[in-house]
C-alpha cells in the first residue's frame, strides 16, 4: 500500500479513512475547505464509523458505491465468547453486524438499483466478464431462509453474495430478486469488495458471532434510499451518521505542477469520492483519453497485473456512466499537443489494453491511493507516472487535461540553472569539504522523489570539472556491437550514438531502435591519434618521468538496462590502425574490476608497448569484452529498449612527465535535490595536495572519487587566476538554448610553520613539536598522520619522509640532524628511536604536532661520538613541497628569531607619537622584510584606528622583499591607540601598536610618578619635578590653560590617577589633563 504524501504535492486533500484522517498539506493554496465539524464527526461517534462520512464531499456518495459500517466498540470485541450483534440500523431497517477477526463488526451496503444497473452491465458482457468490473456477484432476495446464508436478512431488500457453487435461485443484473436456495461452497465473483475483513471463525462461537456462512461473506446489504441515517443503538447513548445519496461536490483534478521540464513526469491526481467502488481496496480506473472515449473500472489490479485487460471483463463504462449515478465525473480526456506522452509504470505496465475485440492505445490508469480515500494518481510507488513530457517538446507549448468538466494546462519550457561553490572561509584549502550547489528546475523530472543527477540516467546534465587534458569519449566516431566475444571485430552491427555535452564528455548510446538481439562485446573509434594519447600517458622507463596512470569508467547503464550483471570477466584492448587493428595491446584484464564503475590503474608494461608503437598518427579503437572466457551468461541483451544508454571511459595521469607537472582527470558530479521538488542540487567537492611523500602514491589516487556526489580531486600545483577550478554545466536555459554555466575558484598553495611550544628545555623533558601547513590534510573526515623513517640504509633515517629519498621534516639539535649512530658496535638511537611520529590534532585542522624527550647525549654530525645536548639550540626544517607561491621552500623554526612563519616581523620608528601643530605633519613609518617574496604580488596592511575604524592598503616590496609604508598624522588626528596589521598571501606576519597622544611625557617620568603614587616622595617634591619640566618645555601645557592662582593641597584622586598612568592603565592625554587641572587651580604654578 502507498503511503499519504506529505507536503509532496501542491494540494491540500483531506482523506478519511473508516478509523483515522490522514491531512495531505498543500504548499500554496487551499483546494478545499476544512469544516470545522469535522473534528466533531471524529469524536462525537466513539465507536461508529462509516466509509461514506467525509466532510470534503460534504457526506455524500452517489451511484453503485459499496459503503462499510465499522463498529469498534470494546464491550463487543471478544472474539473467543459470544457477544450479542450491536444494533445498527439503515434509515430504521436492521443492518445486520458481522465480527470479524479483530473484534471488530462489520457491514456492507449498497443501493438496490444502482447494485442491479451495474452487474447487469456485467452481465451483458457475456460470462468472460463474471467476476470483473462492476460485478456485485449474485442476489438473493430477504425472504431467502436463514439455512440458506446462515442468517435472515428480513430488513432488507435483498443481498449480493458472492459465491455461485451449489446456491441455487440467484439472479444477475436488473432481474427481480428471488429466494435462494441450497447453501454457497466456495467461489467469489464479486468484485467491488476486494479485501473484506476474514470473519471471526472461532470454533466457541458462531461464524462472525451471528451465525453466517462463512462463504457468504463479503456480503451486501441491498436498500432503496435518497438520503441515509447510519445508528447505533448503544446502551448508554446513540451514535449516529448522515449521508446524503446525491451528486458529489468538490470533485477536482490537480497536476503536480504547472511548468514542466523536458522529460519530467507529470503527477495526476484525481478528488472523487465516487470512484472509490470498494471501500477495502485501492480501486483501479483506466482512461481511454481519445477516441474512442472509455472508462475501464479494474482493468488491471492496484499491483498492475490483468484483472479486466485481455478478457470481455474490460467494460467500457463510459455509456452507462448516468445510469450509474455520474454526473460530469468519470470521464478522463487528454490533449496531448506537442509536448506531453503516454507511459507505463507498475500499476499499468502496458500502453494499451484489450477486451479481446478492441485494442484501446491511449491510456491513462490511476489508482486509489489508499483503500477509502477517494484520491486518484497515475503515479506509482517509485514514482512513475503513466504521462511524461518528451525530451524535445517545444518550449512555451501545453497540453490539456480534462477530468469531468474541470480542465487543466501543462505547459512546457526550460529554465535558467545557476552554480556555485561557497567555502566557508575565505578560501579553499586541502581537505575541506565545500558544498556545490545547481538550481536547476530542468532537472526536478520528478516531483515525487528526489531527483539525481545520475551519470548513467540519460536526460541528467552533469557538473564537471576537468584539469589537464584528460581522453575522454568526446571524439568518439563509430560504435559497433557484437553478438560474440570471439568476433574477430570485422563485422558487429553499428548502433547510434551522441556525446551532446561537451562538458561531461559522456557517450549515449542509443539502443532503442535495435530489436532483441544479444551482445558480448563492444568497440569504438575513440577519434584520437596513438600520438595523443602518447602524449597522456606516462612511461615511467624514461628518464624524468614518473606517476601513474588511470582508467576511469562508468558503464552502469549497460548493468541496469542491457543485462551486464558481472564485469568481473570483462576486458578491454586498444587497437591502433583500425579493427582488429596493426596491434592490439589489452589493458583491462579479465578480474582487474568487478563493478560497473570505477578507477583502475593501467599497467606501466602496457604504457611502455604503447609507447613503443611506431606510429603516432593511426587511429585509436577500443573493444570492451564482457565475456572474455565466452560463458554464455555475461552476454548482455539488447530487448526493445525505451531508453538510451549513457557511459564513460577516461584516460587519467598524474605525476611529472619530463620534470613537468601533470594532473590530467576530469571529475563528474552525481548531485542530489535536496527534497521532492526543490529543483535543488547539492553535493560536495575536496581535495587533497600532492606531496614529496606521496605525489607518486597510486593509494593517494584511489581515494580520489571521480563520479560521486562529494567530489575528491588531486592539486599538484596551485592554480589560480586563469588556472583555477571550474565547474562546468550545460544549462538548457529559459531561453530554450544550452548555454555553460560555470562556477570557479582559486585553489591555492599555503607555506607552512614549524615552532616549539618552549624556547629552552631540559634533559628528560618532553619537546612538543607543531607543523602548521592544510596543504598536508588529505581528508576532511580522517586525523593524517606522517611517519619517522626507521631504514638505517635510508638517506632520510631519523626524519620524517620516505626512506627513498623524500624528506618532509628534521629536527636538528646543535645545527645538525637529530640521528643514529653505531660506536663501537653499540647503535645510539636518533628521532625514530623515541617514537616520534606527526600526528593532526583533529580531522581537517592541518595543524600536526608530535613530541620527544630531550636527549642528554646525541649522536655528533660525523656519527662517530656521543656528545652532550646542553647548550645546544634546537631547531626543525619543514620542507615544504609547495609553499604559497606553489615553489618548494625549507621553513625554519627559528630563522629570524622567534618568528614562525619565516618573516620579518613589521616595525615601526617609534611607539608613540604626539598630534603635531596646526600645518604641521609627522610620519609614522612602517618596515619590515617578507622572505620568498614573489614581485609582482602584494602586501596588505590595515590601519585600525581608536574609533576602530580601518583603511586597507596594498604596497609591492622590493626585489629582496623589503617595504616601507608611511601613515602621516595631521594636526586633527584622532588621539588614541592605533593598530597596523600585516598579511601576505593569507599568512599573517604581525601586528604593531602605536599611540597618539596631543602632549608628549618622557617615559621616565612615570618613575617619578609611580614612587610619588605609593609615597616613596612627597607631593612637593614630585611638584618640583613637574614644574621643573614644564620650565624646561619637557612636558608641554598650552598657554590658555596656564594660571597663577594660589597652591593648595593636591587632591588624593591625582595621585590615583598618577599610580594608574604609571601602570599604563590610562593614557598620556589623561595624565596631562590632570596636571592641566593642576595648573588651572594653582596647586602647579608657572
Same mark, same amino acid.
Given at each position: 500500500?502507498?503511503?499519504?504524501? &506529505?507536503?509532496?504535492?501542491? *494540494?491540500?486533500? &483531506? ?16 483546494? *478545499? ?12 461517534? =466513539? ?17 453503485? +458505491? ?7 466498540? =470494546? ?8 457477544? !450479542? ?75 449480493? /453474495? ?22 454457497? /461452497? ?6 467491488? @469488495? ?139 480526456? +487528454?490533449?496531448? !499537443? ?40 497515475? *503515479? ?205 595491446? %589489452?589493458?583491462?584484464? =579479465? ?97 587533497? @595536495? ?23 580531486? &588531486? ?21 530554450? /538554448? ?32 607543531? &607543523? ?21 640504509? #635510508? ?58 624527550? +630531550? ?32 615553489? %618548494? ?75 616601507? /609604508? ?20 593569507? #599568512? ?27 609615597? %616613596? ?12 619640566? +614644564? ?31 604609571? %601602570? ?12 592641566? *587641572? ?9
Amino acid at each position: 500500500m502507498r503511503q499519504c504524501y &506529505l507536503s509532496e504535492r501542491h *494540494f491540500l486533500h &483531506l482523506r478519511v479513512n473508516l478509523i483515522k484522517a490522514c491531512l495531505i498539506i498543500i504548499a500554496s493554496m487551499l483546494l *478545499f475547505p476544512i469544516f470545522s465539524s469535522f473534528n466533531a464527526e471524529a469524536t462525537h461517534n =466513539p465507536h461508529l464509523f462509516v466509509s461514506a462520512e467525509n466532510p470534503i464531499y460534504d457526506n455524500h456518495f452517489a451511484g453503485s +458505491m459499496v459503503i462499510e459500517v465499522v463498529v469498534s466498540d =470494546p464491550d463487543y470485541n471478544d472474539i473467543g465468547e459470544a457477544e !450479542g450483534e450491536p444494533d445498527v440500523t439503515l434509515n430504521g431497517n436492521d443492518l445486520r453486524m458481522v465480527q470479524a477477526t479483530d473484534g471488530k463488526w462489520y457491514a456492507y451496503f449498497a443501493n438496490i438499483n444502482a447494485a442491479k444497473r451495474a452487474d447487469q452491465i456485467v452481465l451483458d458482457a457475456g460470462l468472460g466478464a463474471v467476476g470483473k468490473s462492476l460485478d456485485f456477484g449474485v442476489f438473493c432476495s430477504s425472504s431467502t431462509a436463514s439455512s440458506v446464508l446462515g442468517v435472515g436478512f428480513s430488513d432488507t431488500e435483498g443481498v449480493a /453474495v458472492p459465491a455461485l457453487p451449489i446456491l441455487s435461485d440467484f439472479t444477475n443484473g436488473n432481474a427481480p430478486f428471488t429466494a435462494c436456495t441450497a447453501s454457497p /461452497v466456495g467461489g467469489n465473483d464479486n468484485n467491488v @469488495v476486494r479485501n473484506p475483513k476474514s470473519i471471526n471463525t472461532n470454533p466457541s462461537v458462531p461464524t462472525g458471532q451471528i451465525g453466517i456462512d462463512v462463504y457468504a461473506w463479503p456480503l451486501i446489504q441491498l436498500f432503496s434510499f435518497d438520503n441515509v441515517e447510519i445508528k447505533y443503538n448503544r446502551p448508554g447513548g446513540i451514535e449516529k451518521v448522515q449521508l446524503e445519496y446525491d451528486d458529489i461536490p468538490n470533485i477536482s483534478s490537480i497536476t503536480d505542477r504547472k511548468g514542466y521540464p523536458n522529460n519530467a513526469e507529470v503527477f495526476l491526481t484525481i478528488n472523487d469520492i465516487q470512484l472509490n467502488q470498494d471501500p477495502t481496496d485501492e480501486d483501479s480506473w483506466t482512461f481511454n483519453i481519445n477516441s474512442p472515449q472509455a472508462t475501464f473500472y479494474q482493468a488491471f489490479k492496484e499491483s498492475g497485473s490483468d484483472s479486466g485487460n485481455n478478457s470481455p471483463g474490460l467494460i467500457n463504462l463510459v455509456p452507462h456512466l448516468s445510469s450509474l449515478g455520474f454526473e460530469d465525473n468519470g470521464k478522463l480526456t +487528454m490533449n496531448l !499537443g506537442n509536448i506531453a506522452k503516454l507511459k507505463t509504470n507498475d500499476h499499468q505496465p502496458n500502453l494499451s489494453v484489450s477486451d479481446t475485440v478492441n485494442t484501446f492505445s491511449q491510456i491513462v490508469t490511476v489508482v486509489e491511493s489508499e483503500p477509502n480515500s477517494g484520491i486518484f494518481e497515475n *503515479f506509482d510507488s517509485s514514482n512513475e507516472s503513466t504521462i511524461g513530457i518528451l525530451g524535445n517538446a517545444p518550449r512555451g507549448e501545453s497540453a490539456i487535461i480534462q477530468y469531468g468538466d474541470k480542465s487543466t494546462s501543462i505547459l512546457a519550457g526550460p529554465s535558467t540553472a545557476s552554480i556555485s561553490m561557497t567555502p566557508k572561509g575565505s578560501q579553499f584549502n586541502a581537505g575541506q569539504q565545500v558544498p556545490v550547489t545547481v538550481v536547476d528546475n530542468d532537472q526536478n523530472v520528478n516531483s515525487g522523489s528526489r531527483d539525481i543527477l545520475n551519470v548513467f540516467r540519460s536526460t541528467a546534465i552533469i557538473p564537471s570539472l576537468q584539469l589537464g587534458d584528460p581522453v575522454t569519449l568526446e571524439k568518439t566516431s563509430s560504435l559497433k556491437f557484437y553478438t560474440a566475444s570471439t568476433d574477430p571485430l570485422n563485422g558487429g552491427f553499428v548502433v547510434d550514438f551522441s556525446v551532446p555535452d561537451k562538458n561531461s564528455d559522456r557517450l549515449i548510446v542509443d539502443t532503442t531502435p535495435v530489436g532483441i538481439t544479444a551482445f558480448e562485446t563492444v568497440s569504438m573509434n575513440l577519434g584520437i591519434t596513438t600520438g595523443v594519447l602518447k602524449s597522456l600517458l606516462i612511461d615511467v622507463t624514461l628518464p624524468n618521468n614518473a606517476g601513474t596512470n588511470w582508467l576511469n569508467y562508468d558503464l552502469r547503464s549497460f548493468q541496469q538496462q542491457l543485462g551486464i550483471k558481472s564485469f568481473s570477466d570483462t576486458n578491454m584492448t586498444l587497437h591502433f590502425g583500425g579493427l582488429p587493428g596493426i596491434t592490439q595491446i %589489452q589493458i583491462l584484464d =579479465p578480474g582487474d574490476i568487478s563493478s560497473a564503475q570505477g578507477l583502475i590503474q593501467i599497467d606501466k608494461e602496457d604504457v611502455v608497448a604503447i609507447n613503443a608503437f611506431s606510429s603516432s598518427s593511426s587511429s585509436v579503437f577500443l573493444s570492451i569484452n564482457f565475456d572474455s572466457s565466452d560463458d554464455p551468461s555475461s552476454a548482455g541483451m539488447i530487448s526493445n529498449e525505451k531508453d538510451s544508454q549513457p557511459i564513460v571511459i577516461d584516460f587519467f595521469s598524474f605525476g611529472q612527465k619530463n620534470s613537468q607537472e601533470i594532473n590530467n582527470a576530469i571529475y563528474r558530479f552525481e548531485l542530489e535535490e535536496t527534497s521532492n521538488n526543490s529543483g535543488i542540487f547539492v553535493g560536495t567537492i575536496e581535495y587533497t @595536495v600532492t606531496n614529496q611523500v606521496n605525489i607518486f602514491d597510486s593509494n593517494l589516487i584511489t581515494s580520489l572519487r571521480t563520479i560521486d556526489d562529494r567530489i575528491k580531486f &588531486l592539486v599538484n600545483d596551485r592554480l589560480i587566476d586563469e588556472e583555477g577550478i571550474n565547474i562546468a554545466y550545460s544549462d538548457i536555459a529559459g531561453v530554450g /538554448v544550452t548555454i555553460s554555466t560555470s562556477t570557479k575558484t582559486d585553489i591555492k598553495t599555503h607555506s607552512g610553520t614549524v615552532s616549539f611550544t618552549s624556547n629552552t628545555y631540559r634533559f628528560g623533558q618532553p619537546v612538543f613539536f607543531v &607543523l602548521n601547513d592544510s596543504d598536508l590534510n588529505q581528508k576532511h573526515d580522517t586525523i593524517e598522520s606522517y611517519q619517522v623513517v626507521n631504514d638505517p640504509n #635510508s638517506p632520510n633515517v631519523d626524519t620524517v619522509g620516505t626512506s627513498n629519498g623524500e624528506l618532509l621534516v628534521e629536527i636538528l639539535i646543535k645545527d645538525f640532524r637529530y640521528k643514529r649512530c653505531t660506536i663501537n658496535g653499540v647503535e645510539h638511537g636518533g628521532l625514530a628511536s623515541t617514537g616520534f611520529i606527526l600526528v593532526e590534532t583533529e580531522p581537517n585542522s592541518g595543524i600536526f604536532e608530535g613530541s620527544f624527550k +630531550m636527549p642528554t647525549q646525541i649522536c655528533d654530525k660525523t656519527g662517530t661520538k656521543l656528545i652532550s645536548t646542553a647548550g645546544g639550540s634546537l631547531d626543525a626544517k619543514y620542507h615544504d613541497f609547495r609553499d604559497f607561491s606553489g615553489e %618548494q621552500n625549507i621553513f625554519s623554526a627559528i630563522s629570524f628569531g622567534s618568528s614562525l612563519t619565516g618573516e620579518n616581523l613589521a616595525s615601526l620608528n617609534s611607539e608613540k607619537f604626539i598630534i603635531p601643530e596646526y600645518k604641521k605633519t609627522t610620519e609614522v613609518i612602517l618596515s619590515g622584510k617578507v622572505n620568498n617574496y614573489k614581485q609582482g604580488t602584494t602586501i596588505d596592511i590595515t590601519l585600525i584606528g581608536p574609533d576602530l575604524s580601518s583603511e586597507k592598503f596594498s604596497v609591492f616590496a622590493t626585489q629582496k622583499g623589503e617595504y616601507k /609604508v608611511v601613515f602621516t598624522l595631521y594636526h586633527n588626528s584622532l588621539p588614541g591607540n592605533y593598530k597596523v596589521s600585516v598579511n601576505y598571501h593569507d #599568512s599573517h606576519i604581525g601586528d604593531e601598536l602605536f599611540q597618539v597622544s596631543k602632549y608628549l611625557v618622557p617615559e621616565w617620568i612615570k618613575n617619578n610618578a609611580r614612587w610619588w603614587s605609593s609615597d %616613596q616622595i612627597s607631593d612637593s617634591e614630585f611638584i618640583s619635578g613637574i614644574e621643573h619640566l +614644564m620650565e624646561e618645555n619637557i612636558i608641554v601645557i598650552p598657554d590658555s590653560v596656564k594660571s597663577q592662582s594660589t597652591g593648595q593641597n593636591i587632591p588624593f584622586w591625582i595621585k590615583n590617577t598618577a599610580e594608574w598612568w604609571s %601602570q599604563d592603565i590610562v593614557s598620556d592625554d589623561e595624565f596631562v589633563a590632570a596636571l592641566e *587641572f593642576l595648573v588651572k587651580n594653582g596647586i602647579i604654578r608657572l
